[in-house]
């Protein structure tokens, strides 16, 4: 039984054309499904139905982040445990979500709407399975990601929301930051993934989502992100520059309605047995953005 990895981020904003109109032709994802007031859009190299939906809403936000669980019996696993730590939890019924089942929502400590599901419609990456392509064309627009990677909350008390994430949804912690006190600033978080992160929470108002990140395949691609986002004319945030926490290769921008999106690569590989990595309040400037050793206001108040 397990939390298997990040599935999809829900959100709203202001202006659906405008959004659009950057995630496809800057980001360069793929618009699987639209309607009126809701847009479904996907990686390349991504399998599921959907992994980000916009919906319009005149005003900016999250409205849940999904994950997917291990097995099909985990959703009610999952539910016993979450309502034995004291946190409501409601069925979503097959049919009333797209792209995916049943499904079980809930608030976690923090105050984000979190959501595991199952049942994800499979309808497959860009490339096939049959003799595939490697690569995805190459005329693709934009930045072209060919997946979601993480994503990054805040939480007033990080310590009690890292502790539901990992006693009771059983995630693994690969990093954390300290205070002087020894109390937790930020923590990164595993599901059955290899990899540093599929979420960490830092410090910040209750409620707030921070950032998503897409993967590049290499720190060429991240370079290559920087010049697309210049040359559109979008308003980077940090870097190009490499973070000491996970030690992946990153930049931070702001889409038209002033989300944060990350572009990463880089970071280690994560194994089951692989020892917790701690950083002193102190050292967190190292920890964020190595090269330049800053804490930005900028980057730890922003948010959505
Ligand atoms: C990352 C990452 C903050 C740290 C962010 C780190 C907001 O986004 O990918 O490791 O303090
Ligand atoms: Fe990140």
Redesign the pocket.
């Known amino acids: 039984m397990g939390i298997l990895r990040l599935a999809h981020i829900d959100v709203r904003t202001p202006d659906l054309d405008l959004a659009t109109a950057y995630y496809t032709e800057v980001m360069g994802l793929q618009t699987v499904q639209r309607s009126e007031d809701t847009v479904y859009f996907k990686c390349w190299d991504e399998e599921d139905h959907h992994s980000l939906r916009m919906r319009y809403h005149p005003r900016t936000g999250m409205d849940s982040f999904t994950f997917r669980v291990e097995a099909e019996d985990d959703l009610h696993e999952f539910e016993k445990k979450v309502e034995a730590y004291g946190c409501p939890t409601t069925r979503v019924s097959k049919g009333e979500a797209v792209g995916q089942g049943e499904s079980i929502r809930f608030e976690v400590p923090s105050g984000q709407i979190m959501e595991l599901v199952w049942d994800i419609e499979k309808t497959g990456n860009m490339l096939g399975k049959r003799n595939p392509s490697p690569v995805p064309p190459p005329d693709l627009p934009g930045i072209a990601p060919p997946r979601m990677d993480?994503m990054?909350v805040n939480a007033e008390e990080v310590a009690e929301s890292a502790k539901f994430f990992i006693d009771v949804l059983g995630m693994r912690m690969t990093e954390q930051v300290l205070d002087g006190n020894g109390h937790q600033l930020?923590v990164?978080l595993a599901g059955r993934t290899n990899s540093p992160?599929d979420i960490?929470i830092?410090n910040g108002p209750n409620g707030a989502l921070?950032?998503w990140?897409y993967w590049l395949d290499d720190w060429d691609h991240i370079r290559k992100a920087a010049d697309t986002l210049a040359y559109n004319g979008v308003q980077i945030d940090q870097g190009p520059t490499r973070?000491g926490?996970?030690r992946?290769n990153?930049i931070y921008f702001f889409d038209p309605l002033g989300i944060r999106n990350?572009v990463?690569t880089g970071g280690y590989w994560v194994d089951p047995d692989t020892e917790i990595i701690t950083w002193t309040e102190d050292n967190f400037g190292k920890g964020?953005f190595y090269y330049e050793n800053v804490v930005s206001q900028r980057?730890?108040r922003m948010h959505t």
Do not use: N
Request: aromatic share 16%; glycine share 10%; proline share 0%.
């Open positions: 993480h990054l930020g990164w992160h960490a830092v921070h950032h990140a973070h926490v996970t992946g990153t990350e990463f964020l980057f730890l």
